[in-house]
């Protein structure tokens, strides 16, 4: 997760990991380095995005509430990828 994210995106991230952790019975590590890791590795975040994907995310392209999903493998590591453009909360009453 990049250091930087807003409140409500540092609260979902951690309710993943949570629901993550009830699925699989094993808690997953939530950090905001980028370290290679054998396994899966979710990474949260448009600077971590454009580390992984070799380019950035622009709000022409995804629009200002959009989003990207994307996974990757690279050597022995998947990666799902998780960003948007902006930290612009969606529309939605519960994310304000």
């Known amino acids: ?3 930087e994210q807003s409140s409500y ?7 993943l990991a949570a629901y993550l952790k ?6 997953p590590p939530v950090t905001t380095t980028f370290d290679r890791v054998a396994g899966t590795v979710v990474v949260v975040g448009s600077e971590a995005a454009a580390k992984l994907l070799s ?13 990207r999903l994307k996974t990757l493998t690279r050597d022995k590591t998947t990666y799902v ?3 948007g453009a902006t930290q612009k909360a969606p529309s939605m009453p519960w994310a304000t």
């Open 55 to 67: 380019a950035g995310l622009s709000v022409e392209e995804l629009g200002v509430e959009g989003y």
């Open 9 to 15: 995106v540092q609260y979902a991230v951690q309710e």
């Open 1 to 3: 997760m990049d250091a």
């Open 22 to 27: 009830e699925i699989t019975g094993r808690e």
């Open 81 to 83: 990828v998780v960003a």
